[in-house]
Every structure is written in C-alpha cells, then in structure tokens.
C-alpha cells in the first residue's frame, strides 16, 4: 500500500513536469509555492495541474467503480465499459448536448448519472435468471445493450455534427483541457459513493460465495445491492461527465488489486483508489509524449494497453478469483 502510494504520487509530479515540453521539478515546485508570471510556471497552474487532478479524480472513480460492478455481479470480466455503462452516461450527454443545446459538464451532469443507472438497472434486469444473476449473461446484457446506446448515439451526432464538433474528444476519452470547475459539482458525489463502498464492502464479501450463504451470515441482499448501483452509478456517470468513456481501466486495476491482495473487496477497493489513476496518469503522459507535440487522447492509450489485457484474461485457464 505504501509503494502504491509512492508510485501515484511520483506520477502526480511527472504529470506536471512532461508535455509539449519537459519542465524541471524545481520549476513545478516554484508555481505550486511561489506562483509569478514565468510562461512554465503558467503552463503548469493553467494547464497541468487541472488535467492533473482530473485524472486523479476520474481514475479513483474508474478503478473503484469496476471493483463494485465485478463484486456485484460476481464476473471478473466485468467493467462498467463492457456492461455498457459508459454508453448508457455518454447517450445520455448527447441527448443533453444535441437536443437540449446544454454545453457544460454541470448542465450534462444530471444527464450522464441517470443515463449510467438507466443502463445499470437494465443490465441487471436482462441478466437475471430464475435462479438468480447470471455472471455469463450479465456480461452479454451488458454488451448488447451498451452497442445499442453507443449505436444511438452515433446516429445522434450525425444529425447535427457542428453541435457535437467540440466533444469529439470527449468521445474518445480525455482529460485534456478540463478546468478544475468541472471537479468540485462531481465531488460530493463521489464522497457518497466513496462512502456507499466502503460500507457494502464486507457484505459484498459474503455474497461472493452465493446469495444463500450470505443471507445465512446476515446480509440484507436487496440492500447491498442497491446501495452498490447508487455507489456504481455515481462513480461511473460523473467519470463520464468529467472526461467521457474510457474503457478498459476499471477492468485492469481490481484484477491487479486482487493478485495482490486475494479476494477481500475491501483490501481491493483500497488498492484500486490508489492503483486505478497511477495507471490513468501514465497512460495520460505516454499520450503526450507518444506523438510529441501533439498528445494522444487517455482514452485511445487505455484502449491500447487494456485490450490485450483483456484476450489475456480471457485466455488464462482460470481467471482471479472473486
């Protein structure tokens, strides 16, 4: 945990010295302490350190968000981008956008929780089964559908693409160019939904080992489930909203948490606060510097790194347990 902390950190200052162009430690250090009008000390107060933090908050949401949707339905494959989520957050924003003309991420705020729980809620619908959730056909739900939003909201663009012009990075995944005014509306949330899983934790341990069994040990399933979708829902819109769909991130970092620590969610919620924007902030800086002077969106290096994570997860004989 301490090395984990160590790394996010050290990546926190690398996010602040590397761009376009590479500042120096002392210079990052100077404008967080002794601002003045220098044009790095600018780049860094304006520019870096917003984009920053937005990784920051989004990665801790990400990370946390794909431990609870793979402890709820009990899949290790399972991701809020794969379940569709995501799809479900962004169709819902370019309802907001395209046909309500709402332009700022606190007017499409709303729009993006009540497209992620619309499709939380669906998916959890479609994959039930007389004999209770169906990890299998949860994920197939949670395809189909999020092919569905993604399709709709495709078709949505296409009507009016000069009103969709500015998000095309948005759609794509990215934290660039984000002020900070765009954190502080999604924070609250996030200490809600921070809160929601910390406290379903333990019983998410017990429902690991099957619904009867958890009940026996005293679990009120019904309430544990409802209170992770509210947690799941929260995290996975207001990441959304901040930076659009990135994929990939909430499935790698509760797979590594667990091989480190085993199958205790709350050891794994844990590890994936700290590990899931070490990653966000590393594929942020290989964007800028892959393509220096131009930058790669974070959403297209998640992209690159988690798909051949994910053919190797499918592949292994036996996946990590939950």
């Known amino acids: 945990m301490v090395l984990a902390l160590v790394l996010l950190l050290a990546l926190l200052v690398l996010s602040l010295m590397i761009g376009s162009t590479s500042i120096a430690p002392s210079v990052v250090w ?10 790095d000390q600018f ?3 304006d520019f870096r350190l917003p984009r920053t933090v937005v990784g920051l908050v989004v990665g801790v949401a990400l990370g946390l968000s794909g ?3 793979q402890a709820l339905i009990r899949n290790p494959l399972a991701d809020p981008g794969i379940l569709g989520v995501h799809a479900g ?3 819902a924003v370019t309802v907001a956008v395209g046909l309500l003309g709402v ?3 606190q007017g499409y705020m709303g729009f993006a929780f009540a497209g992620a729980l619309i499709v939380t809620l669906l998916v959890l619908a479609l994959g039930s089964t007389r004999k209770g959730s169906s990890p299998v056909v949860m994920v197939l739900a ?3 559908v999020g092919a569905v939003f993604g399709g709709a909201r495709e078709a949505l663009q296409l009507t009016d693409p000069d009103a969709f012009d500015a998000m095309r990075y948005w759609n794509v995944g990215s934290i660039t160019g984000r002020p900070l005014e765009v954190v502080w509306p999604v924070l609250p949330f996030f200490a809600v939904a921070l809160v929601l899983a910390l406290a379903v934790a333990g019983p998410l341990n017990a429902l690991a080992l099957g619904d009867d069994v958890a009940r026996a040990q005293g679990v009120r399933l019904a309430r544990t489930r409802v209170l992770a979708v509210i947690a799941l829902t929260l995290l996975a819109g207001g990441a959304t909203a901040i930076a659009g769909p990135i994929a990939f991130v909430g499935l790698m970092v509760p797979h590594v948490a667990r091989w480190i620590v085993g199958p205790d969610q709350r050891w ?8 899931a924007p070490s990653l966000l902030l590393v594929s942020d800086v290989l964007g800028r510097v892959v393509m220096r002077p131009g930058e790669i969106p974070v959403g297209v290096v998640t992209a690159f790194v988690g798909a051949p994570v994910l053919v190797a997860l499918v592949r292994r004989k036996k996946a990590s347990g939950l």
């Open 268 to 275: 794994i919620f844990a590890y994936s606060v700290l590990l």
């Open 30 to 39: 100077d404008a967080l302490l002794n601002p003045s009008a220098d044009s």
């Open 43 to 45: 780049a860094i107060r």
């Open 67 to 69: 431990a609870l949707i």
């Open 142 to 144: 949670g395809v189909c």
């Open 89 to 91: 957050a962004s169709f």
């Open 103 to 105: 332009r700022d991420a």
